[in-house]
């Protein structure tokens, strides 16, 4: 297994059911990653999904999909089907970008949320339907007033 890199998400969430045992939410990210010796992406995407809370502790599932940029450290190749020959892909890849996210997390008085997430994220197509990728993703979530 290889080591990961960084990367950086901005985004935002809006509450379809916001009662206070739970809430049905939907967020919208855009960011950057580089996994070392591998690629580097760009990426918009959006999920659905469902938090439960136990006093101000929560969990959380989302499921989603999105835009995925790609930028290949190595050279790329694809196959002609009716050729059977190689020639060298561009360079930038656009790619869909499935999601699937897990994660718990803390709500302060005052809104705030402090959470950590398991996010496991695909590129499709590509040679065997889709490759996965995982991130494990923690942050901070600010309520920012009307």
Known sequence: MQ???L????GTEFYYRNRPGSQTIQNVAAGYYHHPQVQSGWFVNTSVGYRKFV????????????????RPVAPSYTCDESTGTYRKASAAQFKFMPTLQTGIGYRL???????????LFGEMPFR????PHQAISAGTQLHLPK
């Open 55 to 70: 006093g101000g502790f929560f969990v959380d599932a989302l499921v989603g999909g999105g835009a995925l940029l790609l």
């Open 128 to 131: 065997s339907v889709v490759l």
């Open 109 to 119: 008085p005052n809104r705030a949320l402090f959470f950590a997430r398991y996010e």
């Open 3 to 5: 080591k990961g890199g």
């Open 7 to 10: 990367g950086l998400k901005i």
